[in-house]
């Protein structure tokens, strides 16, 4: 279950901070790193650092962008050493852990990402997560180094999946399985919907591109909140394509 969780860390400078963050995962039953165009990787500091825990950085997924990070996710969940870099919905360290671990047993994929050393993460990429987690730290020296950031929320997933061990039988895990009717739309296919909910924004007028007033990150907040799952995204993208053809003037059939 804990194969589930992915730990993506986003341009990270210091190869140093790769090699910590991956013994910190280790150390906490963690194993499925993905990288976001490293600065410097595979590196001898990010070995040395790693102490032990080569498996993780051998078996560590490079890739081109956060988006290719986040395929197959159904949940991401990013940080940020600031309390509120922008309005969303905030969790602490202790209930991302609880919300990891529980939609994990329940068989989702789900993404904890990770900042550059000296910028954190973009807003773009912030609102690409469906929560942000702060670790409540000293607000006048907030921002912990990355792998420490690491160690603190891969303590707390291990804390939640020991706590669910003890509770009886998976019963969390079918609770959350049984309130929807099948499997959660993966990121990529929420992107695909964006883009496609998006444009449709724009062919009926709602949407002036010129002046987008925050409505995009606002529909994703929303879509996020949902929970969608996968009929749930084929119902909706139907519902986008037909509307396109009305607005583009075409007959419509009534159905049923
Ligand atoms: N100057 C940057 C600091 C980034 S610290 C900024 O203001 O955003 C590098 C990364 O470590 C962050 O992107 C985040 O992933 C993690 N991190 C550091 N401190 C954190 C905290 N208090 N809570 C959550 N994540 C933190």
Redesign the pocket.
């Known amino acids: 279950m804990l194969q589930n969780i992915r730990v993506v860390l986003?341009n990270t400078s210091h190869p140093g901070n790769i090699g910590g963050a991956a013994r910190a995962m280790k150390n906490m039953g963690l194993s499925r790193l993905v990288l976001v165009q490293p600065l410097d990787f595979p590196a001898a500091d990010a070995s040395a650092r790693a102490s032990g825990a080569d498996d993780v950085l051998s078996n560590a997924i490079v890739v081109d962008s956060l988006e290719q990070a986040l395929v197959g996710c159904s949940m991401a969940i990013g940080?940020?050493?600031?309390e509120r870099?922008i309005p969303w919905p905030l969790l602490d360290p202790r209930e991302c852990a609880s919300k990891t671990v529980e939609r994990a047993a329940a068989g989702d994929e789900i993404a904890l990402?990770?900042?550059?050393?000296?910028?954190?993460?973009t807003n773009d990429e912030l609102q690409r997560c469906h929560f942000h987690?702060?670790?409540?730290?000293n607000p006048d020296f907030?921002?912990?180094?990355?792998a420490?950031?690491?160690q603190?929320?891969s303590y707390e997933v291990r804390m939640a999946w020991l706590a669910a061990q003890g509770e009886a039988g998976g019963e969390q895990k079918q609770d959350v399985a049984a309130s929807r009717n099948g499997e959660l739309a993966t990121l990529d296919e929420m992107e695909l919907f964006y883009d496609h909910l998006e444009k449709t924004l724009v062919d009926i007028g709602f949407l002036d591109p010129e002046k987008p007033r925050h409505l995009m990150p606002r529909l994703r907040r929303l879509y996020g909140r949902s929970e969608v799952d996968r009929t749930e995204m084929s119902i909706l993208r139907g519902i986008l394509t037909e509307t396109q053809k009305v607005a583009r003037g075409e007959p419509y059939k009534r159905k049923g």
């Not at 940080?79 to 600031?82: K, P, W, Y």
């Not at 990402?113 to 993460?121: D, I, M, P, T, Y």
């Open positions: 986003v940080t940020s050493a600031r870099s990402v990770f900042g550059r050393e000296h910028a954190g993460l987690v702060h670790i409540p730290s907030s921002s912990l180094n990355l420490a950031a690491v603190v929320l």
